[in-house]
C-alpha cells in the first residue's frame, strides 16, 4: 500500500503543472531520481565518448591536443617578444601550461551540459528518465579530460623538477572546483540552449572573450584597475590559487576562493531546483 502511494505522489509530481507546490514530494523524487542519474549518466558517458573518438586518428589525443596548441602558441609569441609577461618566480611555459589546463577544464564543465542535451535530445524526447543523468554524463567526460591533462603536467613538472607530490595533490584536487564551478554554469543555460541553438554559439563566443580576461597566460597585475577587474572574474581566484598551490604547497588559498566556492555552492542547489522544474516544460515545447 505504501509502494502505491509512493508511486501515485510520484506520477502527480511528475504530470502537475507546479511541482513546487508540493516541495517535500519534489524533493524526495528528486533524491530518488540522483541515484539512478548517476548509473543512467555512466551509460551516456561510455557511448557518447567512444562514439566521439571512434573515428579520429589521434583518439584521445584530442582531449589534451587544444591545451598543448594553446600552451605552445603563447611559448612563441612570449619568445618572439610579441607577448610581454613578468613571472619570475616560474618558468613560463609552466606557467602558461597549468594555467591552459585550468582554464581548459573550466571551458569543458562550462560547454558539456549544454553539448550533452544535444546530443541526447531525442532521447530526452522518447524516453522518460532522470535528466541529471545528462549532467552526470558530462561530468565524467571533463573528468577524464582532467585526469589526461594532469598526467601530461606531471610529466612536464619531471621534466623541470618542480613536481612537488604535496602541491601537485592539492592543485589536482582544487581543479575540481573549477570542474563543479563549470557544470553549475553551464546546467544554468542547457533549458535556454534546448530551445535556441544561439545560445550556444554565444556562450562559446563570449568564452573565448573570456579567456582573455582570466589570468590564464599572463599573471595578476600587482595593483590598478586591471586588477580589479581581473579579480571580479569568478574564474580567477580558482584559477590562479590552483595554480599557485602547485608550485608552493604552503600556499593558503585566499578568501575569496572560499566565497567563489559558497557562491556556486548556493547557485547550484537554487540552478538543480531550476533545471528540474524547467527541463519538462522544455521537452514538452520541443515535442510540439
Not at 4 to 11: E, K, N, S, T, Y
Not at 26 to 46: E, P
Amino acid at each position: 500500500m505504501e509502494e502505491r502511494v509512493g508511486l501515485d505522489a510520484a506520477w502527480r509530481l511528475r504530470t502537475a503543472e507546479s511541482p513546487l507546490r508540493n516541495p517535500r514530494e519534489f524533493f524526495t523524487l528528486l533524491l530518488v531520481d540522483m541515484r539512478r542519474a548517476f548509473y543512467l549518466g555512466y551509460v551516456l558517458f561510455v557511448r557518447d565518448f567512444s562514439a566521439k573518438y571512434r573515428q579520429t586518428l589521434f583518439g584521445y589525443l584530442w582531449a589534451v591536443l587544444p591545451v598543448a596548441f594553446t600552451t605552445l602558441l603563447f611559448i612563441a609569441l612570449s619568445a618572439a617578444k610579441v607577448l610581454q609577461t613578468t613571472q619570475a618566480d616560474i618558468p613560463y611555459p609552466l606557467f602558461v601550461l597549468t594555467g591552459t589546463v585550468l582554464w581548459q577544464t573550466f571551458f569543458d564543465s562550462l560547454m558539456g551540459p549544454i553539448s550533452g542535451v544535444q546530443r541526447s535530445k531525442t532521447m530526452l524526447l522518447k524516453l522518460n528518465f532522470p535528466k541529471e543523468a545528462v549532467v552526470v554524463s558530462a561530468l565524467l567526460e571533463a573528468a577524464f579530460n582532467l585526469v589526461l591533462r594532469l598526467l601530461i603536467v606531471g610529466v612536464v613538472l619531471l621534466c623541470y623538477s618542480s613536481l612537488h607530490p604535496t602541491g601537485f595533490l592539492w592543485f589536482s584536487l582544487s581543479t575540481l572546483s573549477l570542474v563543479f564551478l563549470g557544470t553549475v554554469l553551464g546546467v544554468l543555460f542547457v533549458p535556454l540552449s534546448l530551445l535556441f541553438h544561439d545560445v550556444q554559439y554565444a556562450l562559446a563566443t563570449f568564452a573565448g572573450l573570456w579567456f582573455f580576461a582570466t589570468p590564464v597566460v599572463y599573471p595578476i597585475p600587482a595593483g590598478g584597475t586591471a586588477r580589479s577587474l581581473l579579480l571580479l572574474n569568478p574564474v580567477s581566484p580558482l584559477l590562479t590559487s590552483s595554480r599557485a598551490v602547485l608550485f608552493n604547497p604552503e600556499q593558503q588559498f585566499p578568501a575569496a576562493y572560499f566565497v567563489i566556492l559558497i557562491l556556486a555552492l548556493v547557485t547550484a542547489a537554487l540552478t538543480w531546483v531550476f533545471y528540474r522544474v524547467a527541463m519538462p516544460h522544455v521537452i514538452e515545447r520541443l515535442g510540439e
